[in-house]
C-alpha cells in the first residue's frame, strides 16, 4: 500500500498562484507514475497532470498546458504542482494519485491510490 497525502491548497485571487505537494510513503517501488486530478463542484473528477516515474515524462489536460507544471523529488518522494494564472475555473479538490497499473494515463480508473484531496479556490 502506498499513502499519499496533498497539501498546499487555499484562497488565491484571479491571476494568482498556488504550489500543491503530495507526500508518498509505503510501497512505493511498484509506482510507474504519479498524477493530479481534480474535481469541482458538479462535474466529474477531471486529469490534471502527471508524471512518469522512471523517464520524467510529463502529461498535461489541455486546460492547463502553459500554465501549471508538475514535478517531483525522489529523494523526498514528494510530487508538486505549480499553478500559475490561476483562474476561478481552476476552483476544485485536487487529489493526487499514483499508480502501477498501465494504461492511458489521464484515466483515473488507471490509478491505484489517491490521496484525500486539497481544496483550491480562485477568486474572480
Known amino acids: 500500500q502506498a499513502q499519499l497525502v496533498e497539501s498546499g491548497g487555499g484562497l488565491v485571487q484571479a491571476g494568482g498562484s498556488l504550489r500543491l505537494s503530495c507526500a508518498a510513503s509505503?510501497?512505493?517501488?511498484?509506482?510507474?507514475?504519479m498524477g493530479w486530478f481534480r474535481q469541482a463542484p458538479g462535474t466529474e473528477r477531471e486529469f490534471v497532470a502527471a508524471?512518469?516515474?522512471?523517464?520524467?515524462?510529463?502529461f498535461y489536460a489541455d486546460s492547463v498546458k502553459g500554465r501549471f507544471t508538475i514535478s517531483r523529488d525522489d529523494a523526498k518522494m514528494a510530487v508538486y504542482l505549480q499553478m500559475n494564472s490561476l483562474g476561478p475555473e481552476d476552483t476544485a479538490i485536487y487529489y493526487c494519485?499514483?499508480?502501477?497499473?498501465?494504461?492511458?494515463?489521464?484515466?483515473?480508473?488507471?490509478?491505484?491510490?489517491w490521496g484525500q484531496g486539497t481544496q483550491v479556490t480562485v477568486s474572480s
Open positions: 508524471i512518469s516515474w522512471r523517464g520524467r515524462t510529463t
Open positions: 509505503g510501497r512505493m517501488f511498484s509506482i510507474n507514475a
Open positions: 494519485a499514483a499508480r502501477g497499473k498501465t494504461g492511458l494515463i489521464y484515466y483515473e480508473q488507471n490509478y491505484d491510490y
